[in-house]
């Protein structure tokens, strides 16, 4: 597959992947600002989501301290913002125009689709009450692509490297808003109603709220949310998980390309190995914020990696 064909489609997976968990994690973050008291501060909140985006300095420079309303026109129409849901549209749908005879006919509908109709809408689509319901459609779209892909799409280079885009951009999306609200899982902090409000707009912001109690049957405590997100091989958005699908992915395109393992290979299993032999206790005595900054860096490490060794070749 030629690397610029590669580019696109991994940059298709990432970019469809983004908007839905900017709109989740919006819908988490309105939940908590409602709140208010004692149990959230709005300023906290908005400045938390910004930084989970991976925005917060461009926002900073444009304006300043976080509030409801720049918060959310930054997230959701700013074109000035790289991870805004406009810019995560807009740029999915480029790349999937480039590419459009490596994708399905039900893949090409629904991101372009998703794009005509966004750009029928205007400001007041996140203004008011309006605004949940924006947010319900991005994550709609977002599904409808995703299963196009899962149940349409041939298992050949072109599938593998737009789930490595998915699964790379998850990944980083879980690791992001598990190191924003990192305080709640020092072992020693105070298992209060705050904590178990941050707690529950974790689990929202990556749709796991339902399959923590299933998984465990039990109240909500920090521990068990850090233990889910980070270990649980069956929930799908687990770093685990995650890096478990990109070590698998990347092993099959490095035998497309004749066997060659690259960087990007050795750093994913390595990876994944940490991750798989991880125990909870361990990770809580190191500290929930070490551990997820380090994952965010080799995290960063292996897209770059991924980038030289597949797509820019």
């Known amino acids: 597959m030629l690397s610029r064909t590669a ?26 600002a409602s709140l208010g008291g004692a149990l959230a501060s709005a300023p906290q ?7 989970a985006t991976g925005g917060r300095e461009a926002f900073a420079e444009k304006h300043g301290a976080a509030t409801g309303e720049t918060a959310i026109h930054w997230l959701t129409l700013d074109t000035d913002n790289p991870s805004s849901i406009a810019n995560c549209i807009e740029n999915g749908r480029r790349n999937a125009r480039a590419v459009r005879t490596a994708l399905t006919a039900d893949m090409w ?38 299963g196009a892909a899962a149940d349409t799409m041939l298992r050949g280079e072109a599938w593998r490297f737009t789930h490595l885009g998915t699964m790379l951009e998850r990944a980083d ?76 992915v990347l092993d099959r395109i490095s035998q497309d390309a004749g066997g060659r393992r690259g960087e990007a290979n050795d750093i ?21 914020h070490a551990f997820i900054t380090e994952t965010i860096g080799i995290n960063l490490r292996l897209g770059i990696q991924i980038a030289d060794t597949y797509l820019h070749g």
């Open 7 to 32: 580019d696109s489609l991994y940059w298709l997976g990432r970019y469809s992947e983004r908007a839905g968990n900017v709109a989740r994690g919006l819908q988490a973050s309105l939940r908590m």
């Open 45 to 51: 909140e908005w400045q938390a989501l910004v930084t």
């Open 109 to 146: 509908e629904a991101i372009n689709e998703t794009w005509l109709e966004f750009r029928r809408m205007d400001e007041g689509t996140i203004q008011g009450d309006r605004l949940p319901g924006f947010l319900d459609w991005v994550k709609a779209r977002t599904l409808l692509f995703n």
């Open 173 to 248: 999306n879980t690791a992001r808003l598990l190191d924003v609200r990192h305080a709640v899982f020092v072992p020693d902090a105070p298992e209060d109603a705050s904590s178990h409000a941050q707690c529950q707009a974790v689990l929202r912001a990556v749709a796991s709220l339902r399959a923590y109690q299933h998984v465990y049957r039990a109240r909500l405590t920090p521990r068990l949310v850090a233990e889910l997100l980070i270990l649980k091989p069956e929930l799908p958005r687990s770093l685990v998980a995650c890096y478990r699908r990109v070590d698998q």
């Open 268 to 288: 994913v299993a390595a990876l994944h190995t940490r991750l798989r032999n991880a125990r909870i206790e361990d990770i809580l005595e190191q500290g929930v």
